[in-house]
């Protein structure tokens, strides 16, 4: 199964075999975007142009398999960049013509729960899962990941991912924020500064997220600091603003676990590589009773293996595969796992 991913920034192409995994090759245009301090669609979707036919290249090089050996082509047709997921979208439709061989158009929120069979063998079902990225901060409860997957609460605002860059950018740090707020975070006190927990009253939604006002507060003191010409102690602002939104995602998460029966959680998309959110998981699964799984940080963020675990997972479950018309769709739902 050749898998294609090209959600966001970044070219993902994987081959697996059932669960095996034989090559994740990467093209991230990162850097392109950089200076401007975020993702820039036409930006991305150029670099998808260029990236493309090479990582397909490299992928089959890394497999030690010959583009004719391909059985099937699975694609993210969304959620996304509309621009990005088109290229992807038209490659895997002409790799699939091409080779004679079925397409399956899949969903990039599906595809991050299944890369998990990849490195732990088969999804117990049904489990919670937590997917937290730069476009998205979700809760799902996935009985079955080829088919039956149903939204429990999703961000509201910014998504956890989209506040640790906006974060980084207000301390100096660079674009992407993430890995340099959880770089930073390891020399400050995560108990330094108390920020607010957004969602989390009595009334408040129990599974939804809000990220903005957290982000809005860390703004606030770091400008009241400046004013009055004081110092910002970079670190203890980031390690702060980490745990902050580090205790909400795990506190819903395992909330979640316990009120629907599920004794395994996974969590996975690009901030499933914080170092803190996978600690701070890992102990409050343990003294709840429940089994954590989360994949290698280079599994959580955007990748081609996702995608094909996900293909072939459909192809087991006998899926009718997408016809050569599925367009990309940028709204892709949730509950919808093939298009």
Known sequence: MLGIETSCDETGVGIVRGRTLLADAVASSVESHARFGGVVPEVASRAHLEAMVPTVHRACEQAGVALAEIDAVAVTAGPGLAGALLVGVA??????????????????????????????????????????????????????????????????????GEAFDKVARLLGLPFPGGPQID????????????????????????????????????????????????????????????????????????????????????????????????????????????????????????????????GSRLVASGATPSTLDIPADSAMPVERVLA
């Not at 990941?145 to 609460?153: N, S, T, Y």
């Not at 989390?200 to 770091?222: C, E, I, M, N, Q």
């Open 183 to 310: 770089r930073i975070a390891r020399a400050g006190s995560g108990t330094a500064i108390a920020f607010p927990r957004g969602l989390t009253g009595s009334r408040d939604a129990p599974y939804d997220f809000s990220f903005s006002g957290l982000k809005t507060a860390v703004a606030r003191w770091v400008e009241a600091r400046q004013r009055v010409g004081e110092p910002v102690p970079v670190a203890d602002v980031a390690a702060s603003f980490q745990e902050a939104v580090t205790d909400v995602l795990t506190a819903k998460a395992v909330r979640a676990c316990h009120e629907h029966g599920v004794d395994h959680l996974l969590i996975g998309g690009g901030v499933a590589a914080n170092s803190r959110l996978r600690a701070l998981a890992e102990q409050r699964c343990a003294a709840a009773g429940i089994t954590l799984r989360a994949p290698r940080p280079g599994l959580c963020t955007d990748n081609g293996a996702m995608v094909a675990a996900l």
């Open 91 to 160: 490659a895997a439709k002409a790799y699939a013509l091409a080779l004679d061989v079925p397409l399956y158009g899949v969903n990039h929120l599906a595809a991050h729960v299944c890369v998990d069979e990849l490195e732990h063998g088969p999804l117990p079902e049904p489990c919670v899962a937590l997917l937290v990225s730069g476009g998205h901060s979700s809760l799902l409860l996935v009985p079955d990941v080829a088919g039956d997957i149903r939204p429990l609460g999703q961000t509201l605002d910014d998504a956890a």
